[in-house]
């Protein structure tokens, strides 16, 4: 078998592509190429300030999510509510949040302990923290493998949480999407294993879009070894068509999707 | 298929939960699993319906599209054993948590590839529905089965491709999830596979390579736009080409990829031509041409009827002679006669049986369009002296 970072059966398929194309051997230089990336009219559209709030939220709130806009010096009391209240109103007892710097900050997990909501940091003592440890056994696992029992406390936690709450690295304005490079206490499950999706984040983490995000996020890890194994990009609740074409929400990822930009 | 089996084998997998994946239907993969006994399961709603069903995909982008919400109902009755409201709502929320479980429990999560970035390595997958994050991040081992022409220079062109696959395909701004991964869980990582292995798939692709005509069908996305543009797919459906990919996509790839002329080769035929497909595809495939070159190699290689052979031939001689031609239409003209009644014909013997079965033909008149055109052009010219506006010389339009 082969081992970690190999590849087989490489010279053969590449010869063959060679060959194909009427050359004696494989490349050994990427062949010059006179297109790259978006047109220019498209990339040289750059949104600032408040337009990238308005063309982001405009789209969010197309797409059915809620968006709150908060400054800087109420963030923490006002973000705090408004976890409270989106708890409430599906009657969520359990979170899970990304162990970020800026979400700590927030204090969410003392606000929402207030109306007894547990919160599970995503670090490897989580579940101790947040008094879940013995949760999360998969109630329907009927004829499986068991593979689910064994797995990290963390994650059995988090599939029993039903609101997750991340800070994205940046937003995309011009389709409403999330950026959330994946990576140690910034956990993918977080954002994909809830029902409901609360995204935290400063209007200058907002771009116009898609290729400045792959900037950003090229120049945060520049090298290969240190690009995280996971970038996900966002947009909107999670949404079936797949009966009649009729439109579901909530299929397998979060249904509801809530953004709140906080503004100097 | 073996590599993906020796993987499986290793890991003692007994349950594979699968992303949507055309390429894993091109080489008939739940049906290599499934004899050895390992449980595949479909996660996308549309698949796993036809899973249920026991039927393939009628389109590439809404699988089960030809199944009502009684069906489904009733298909959902069968594996849970209650009765179920044919309500969307109702039906998905049975699939959410169904299928909840089959990610948590699966051993190998087995996925395709929108897209492959070469710079860094990294594999792309979108969904709406979320499924495609689910099964490569929850079971330990993810295995991707790519096609080899998903691969794209660098970021600057998935970011095109994306924008341009989510637009074509449902008309979205970008697909809910988009997953960019760049290898297996790294250290500090709390979640996310072990391993990822990556298979890269030819079956036929590379043969189009360096062909003239053929070479751009390796550009296509499958976003599903030709197919909801034609008018030959909205009216047979997807399952009527009896092949994994359908449509006008479907006509020209198949053949292709299968080497097979004879057979896959007549869905060239399942074409009005009129190019819509073209207009609709983002990468501009000019798919209305290669099915006519389709035709072209299969009369080349002698694969069409023996009659069809011989009715072209009889009418390349006679077109290509004018005394010939002449004889031909005169003749046509008396032969006809025992048929007209009232100027039509209203049934005739075979071929012709095959128009006038639905609708009558009008009887050929006796002097035909040249024997005229020699007194059309002196009214012509007469019209011209007496200045009047000279009557149809309206420029063809230009498709």
């Known amino acids: ?264 | 298929m073996k590599t993906f089996l020796s993987i499986a084998e290793r890991h003692k997998a007994k349950l594979v939960a699968k992303g949507k994946s055309m390429v894993s239907e091109e080489i008939h993969l739940n049906h290599h699993l499934e004899e050895r006994g390992i449980e595949a399961i479909e996660t996308d709603l549309g698949e796993y319906i036809l899973q249920l069903a026991r039927e393939t995909p009628s389109h590439l982008i809404i699988p089960a599209i030809h199944k009502n919400k009684s069906q489904i109902a009733a298909l959902f009755e069968e594996d849970a054993g209650r009765p179920f409201e044919p309500e969307t709502k109702v039906l998905a929320a049975y699939a959410r948590q169904k299928l909840r479980n089959y990610f948590l429990e699966a051993d190998i999560g087995l996925t395709g590839c929108n897209f492959g970035v070469a710079e860094s390595g990294s594999i792309t997958l979108v969904s709406n529905e979320g499924n495609g994050r689910m099964v490569s991040t929850l079971p330990k081992v993810h295995v991707v089965v790519m096609g080899m022409e998903r691969l794209v220079p660098t970021f600057e062109d998935l970011e095109v491709v994306l924008n341009m696959l989510a637009r074509s395909a449902t008309g979205q701004k970008l697909t809910t999830y988009t997953s960019i991964l760049t290898g297996p869980k790294q250290e500090g990582d709390l979640d996310g596979p072990e391993e990822l292995h990556v298979i890269i798939l030819d079956n036929g692709r590379s043969n189009q390579l360096g062909d003239p005509i053929f070479q751009e069908v390796l550009n296509c996305i499958r976003c599903a736009a030709c197919l909801n543009v034609c008018p030959v797919y909205r009216h047979v459906g997807g399952h009527t080409y009896g092949t994994v990919y359908s449509g006008p996509i479907g006509a020209v790839l198949t053949p292709l990829l299968q080497q097979d002329m004879k057979e896959a080769g007549t869905l060239a035929y399942a074409s009005s031509l009129c190019g819509a497909c073209y207009e609709a595809c983002p990468v501009k495939i000019p798919l209305h041409d290669m099915l006519v070159h389709l035709r072209h190699r299969k009369v080349k290689m002698k694969l069409t009827s023996l009659p069809e052979r011989i009715a072209f031939k009889s009418y390349a001689t006679m077109f290509g002679n004018i005394t010939l031609y002449k004889l031909a239409t005169r003749s046509a003209y008396y032969a006809q006669l025992p048929l007209v009644r009232e100027g039509k014909i209203k049934s005739g013997p075979p071929p012709l049986s095959g128009w006038t079965q639905s609708r009558f033909m009008p009887m050929l008149p006796k002097r035909s369009f040249r024997d005229r055109w020699a007194e059309l052009q002196q009214e012509l010219a007469q019209r011209k002296t007496d200045g009047a506006a000279p009557n149809g010389t309206r420029k063809e339009e230009k498709r």
């Open chain 1, 1 to 264: 078998m082969t081992k970690p970072g190999t590849m087989m059966g490489k010279e053969a398929f590449m010869q063959n592509i060679a060959r194909r194309l009427g050359r004696s051997e494989p490349l050994r230089e990427a062949p010059a190429r006179m297109l790259k990336g978006v047109p220019e009219f498209y990339r040289d559209r750059k949104l600032h300030g408040d337009e990238l709030v308005e063309e982001f939220s405009r789209n969010w709130m197309a797409l059915s999510g809620k968006v709150l806009l908060v400054s800087e010096a109420e963030a923490a009391v006002t973000i705090g509510a408004y976890a409270r209240e989106i708890c409430k109103e599906h009657g969520i007892e359990r979170a899970a949040r990304w162990d970020h710097p800026e979400l700590n900050k927030l204090g969410l997990d003392e606000t929402l302990a207030e109306d007894g909501i547990a919160v599970l940091p995503w670090r490897p003592d989580g579940a101790e923290i947040a008094g879940l440890a013995d949760g999360g056994a998969n109630p329907d696992s009927s004829g499986a493998a068991g593979n689910w029992a064994r797995r990290s406390a963390l994650l059995r936690a988090a599939e029993t949480c039903r609101l997750g709450i991340v800070w994205p690295d940046v937003a995309i304005a011009n389709t409403a999407t999330l950026a959330l490079f994946s990576h140690g206490g910034k956990g993918r499950s977080v954002s994909l294993l809830t029902d409901a999706l609360l995204a935290v984040f400063r209007a200058d983490q907002l771009v116009t879009r898609m290729g400045e995000a792959f900037e950003r996020f090229k120049a945060a890890h520049p090298t290969l070894e240190s690009m995280p194994s996971s970038l996900n990009l966002i947009t909107g609740p999670s949404r079936s068509a797949d009966i009649e074409n009729d439109l579901t929400i909530g299929i397998h990822g979060p249904g509801k999707v809530y953004a709140v930009i906080i503004r100097p």
